[in-house]
Every structure is written in structure tokens, then in C-alpha cells.
């Protein structure tokens, strides 16, 4: 089972940006495919982005889109994201995941897809 250990939140003011990784254990990070996903205070844990084992196909959800981008580097085991244009509501817990191994070009965006998470690292967004 690999492991997954998010970094990169903190404190920002509306309007900024952010980086998250997400550092895989092994080698064979380039046969899963991946997500981002976070959970708010009060809310259910939700999809931000999902990407394929090569970078190839992306998806991010309707509440992100043109803000938020994921990407991977394979050759160094990590997945990022990228979130510009934060917002309060942006404010949560962010959690990476691995999903399905040699899925060629698929993406996943549902929790029940994913096997494997991280701890989470916080992300605030002050008005």
C-alpha cells in the first residue's frame, strides 16, 4: 500500500494561491491514478481534482474550475495543486488519494474510487 503525505497549506488571503504536494513512498506511484479531495467544517468530504497516471486527463470540480489545476511528476512520486483566486470558502482540510493502478488514461472523481489517503494538510482562506 503506498503511502501519501500532504504539504504546502496554510494561511492566505482571498484572492492568493497556494501549492500543495502530495509525496508518494514508491516507485510505483506512476500506476495509480490520483485525487485531490477536502472537507470543510460542517460539510461532506468532496472531489477538487483527479488526474490519470500520466497527466494525460484532468478533471476538477464545477467549484474550482479556472482556479484550481492539478499535475503530477511522476519521476518524482508527487501530485500537486495549484489553487489561485482562493476563497473562504475554499477553507478545509485537503487530502490527496490514490485510486485504481493501470488505468491507463481514467479518471476518478468519486471517494469509493480511492483506496489509499493521506493526512490532510489545512487550508485557510481569510476574507
Known amino acids: 500500500q503506498v503511502q501519501l503525505v500532504e504539504s504546502g497549506g496554510g494561511l492566505v488571503q482571498a484572492g492568493g494561491s497556494l501549492r500543495l504536494s502530495c509525496a508518494a513512498s514508491?516507485?510505483?506511484?506512476?500506476?495509480?491514478?490520483m485525487g485531490w479531495f477536502r472537507q470543510a467544517p460542517g460539510k461532506e468530504r468532496e472531489v477538487v481534482c483527479a488526474?490519470?497516471?500520466?497527466?494525460?486527463?484532468?478533471i476538477c470540480a464545477d467549484y474550482v474550475k479556472e482556479r484550481f489545476a492539478i499535475s503530477r511528476d511522476n519521476a518524482k512520486n508527487t501530485v500537486y495543486l495549484q489553487m489561485n483566486s482562493l476563497k473562504p470558502e475554499d477553507t478545509a482540510i485537503y487530502y490527496c488519494a490514490a485510486g485504481p493502478r493501470y488505468s491507463g488514461s481514467s479518471i476518478y472523481t468519486k471517494i469509493a474510487d480511492y483506496d489509499t489517503w493521506g493526512r490532510g494538510t489545512q487550508v485557510t482562506v481569510s476574507s
Open positions: 488526474i490519470s497516471l500520466s497527466g494525460g486527463r484532468t
Open positions: 514508491e516507485r510505483t506511484f506512476s500506476t495509480y491514478a
